[in-house]
């Protein structure tokens, strides 16, 4: 297939990032696919590509320091511990967390059930301050129409185990939170509210003040789904008024295997463990065994230390080009890719229309054409899209479609990929023969 060619560039502003000098540190931009095409890599949401010195950091671990950390009395085992705890500081002070308030886990799956599952274990905890936030019967659980699977089948199955009954806010028609219900929905029987801050599917940014303040005025825990967020912008938790943020590592330029739970300390303190063995502890016998403090607390067994470094590598990386900058650099993108989306016939955007309230992710569907169809094309083009549901089915359900095409952006985007990804979708419709639909 071959490429249509763009239209003249047209008078576009500087992007706040140096994309070329972006682009050079990291090794696999440099390859081709599809037959000696250019990687135009537009699925960052689902995993971001790794610079260098990310590769670098987690090699230098391997080849230097290797060993379990906290564990053992040998140098290797103390440099290995100091290199995590250290890692631990730094990626506490991204989103403004002290290190005792940092929990290692896989993934940003794995941290929403640590929190899922410490509140129903919690039920049957022997010390009655672990039992605090004890989920059951007639509890509630609010989460929103709008989240990844990530954010909604633990709360689901948390209700399942306790007896609880998960209730929801919608959406509205443009792609937002609709929080008309906000003050029945969230109500006194509310134990905690779990909600995205961006959408991983509309591209939203969710008005999080409005709903951390009514469940502060009924007493629940908040739990934020920071996996699209934490990436693309500055997160302090210290103004973020919630108990709970979780990220992804690897959606961040950071190791796959790394994802992070930050808890209030005192929300912490009084959770028990999901996961028990290693590490964990405090005293054992074969009667029974008490628990650490947090994070040791949540961290059983050997943690994914390598990542842990490589992820910290991945802060300081974003760090030096400054966050602030990263989300200007993704508002400019967007704008300049909802534009041009716009002038495609046939073209609709699931999602806000806009860049007020809204991050870089734009889900759209091509008239007569399905999203699979339309993602293997952009391929053939050399372009990465996502298609599918994207992990938030009731989502694309809300907006009668089966499916969509995705495209993410992240610090090594360039208006030149927005311009392939418009021109790709033009070619799929040459090759459809749906150039006129409308
Ligand atoms: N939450 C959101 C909003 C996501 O986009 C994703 C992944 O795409 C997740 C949670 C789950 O992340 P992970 O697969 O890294 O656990």
Request: with cysteine; net charge negative.
């Amino acid at each position: 297939m071959t490429q249509t060619v763009s239209r003249p560039a047209r008078a576009r502003s500087p992007l706040p990032l140096d994309v070329e000098a972006i682009r050079a540190d990291f090794p696999i931009l440099t390859r081709t696919v599809r037959d000696g095409k250019r990687l135009v890599y537009l699925d960052s949401g689902a995993t971001s590509q790794k610079p260098r010195q990310v590769l670098d950091a987690e090699r230098w671990f391997y080849e230097n320091v290797n060993a379990a950390p906290h564990r053992g009395a040998h140098q290797l085992a103390e440099e290995a511990t100091a290199a995590y705890e250290a890692a631990r500081a730094t990626i506490g002070a991204f989103i403004g967390a002290p290190e005792r308030e940092i929990v290692f886990t896989r993934n940003s799956t794995e941290a929403i059930n640590l929190v899922a599952y410490a509140l129903s274990n919690a039920v049957t905890a022997k010390e009655p301050e672990l039992r605090t936030y004890a989920v059951g019967q007639g509890d509630e659980i609010v989460v929103t129409e709008m989240e990844h699977h990530a954010n909604l089948l633990p709360w689901q199955q948390l209700c399942e185990r306790t007896g609880a009954t998960l209730r929801w806010l919608g959406l509205t028609d443009d792609g937002r939170l609709d929080l008309s219900d906000l003050a029945e929905v969230v109500n006194e029987r509310t134990k905690l509210v779990a909600v995205t801050q961006q959408s991983n599917i509309l591209g939203t940014i969710n008005p999080l003040g409005e709903i951390t303040a009514r469940a502060r005025e009924v007493g629940a825990l908040v739990h934020v789904d920071g996996a699209q967020s934490v990436p693309h912008q500055p997160i302090d938790v210290g103004e973020l008024d919630a108990d709970f943020l979780v990220f992804s590592g690897h959606k961040m330029l950071g190791p796959t295997g790394v994802g992070v739970l930050w808890g209030r300390y005192e929300v912490l303190d009084k959770l028990p463990p999901f996961l028990t063995g290693g590490s964990m502890i405090e005293v054992v016998r074969m009667e029974g065994s008490t628990f650490a403090a947090p994070p040791q607390r949540f961290e059983a067994g050997v943690p994914m230390t390598a990542q842990v470094i490589g992820l910290a590598a991945a802060v300081e990386y974003l760090q030096g080009l400054g966050m602030g900058k990263v989300e200007e650099h993704e508002k400019a993108l967007t704008g300049y890719a909802l534009e041009r989306l716009a002038e495609i016939p046939g073209v609709t955007v699931i999602g806000p229309p806009d860049t007020v309230a809204r991050g870089g992710a734009i889900s759209f569907t091509v008239d007569g054409i399905h999203p699979h169809d339309v993602g293997q094309v952009l391929d053939d083009l050399g372009i990465a899209v996502r298609v599918g549901h994207h992990c938030a089915w009731p989502v694309v359900r809300r907006y009668g479609v089966p499916a969509t095409t995705r495209a993410t952006f992240y610090v090594h985007t360039g208006y030149d990929d927005i311009d392939a990804l418009a021109d790709g979708i033009r070619a799929a419709q040459k090759f459809f023969g749906t150039s006129e639909v409308r």
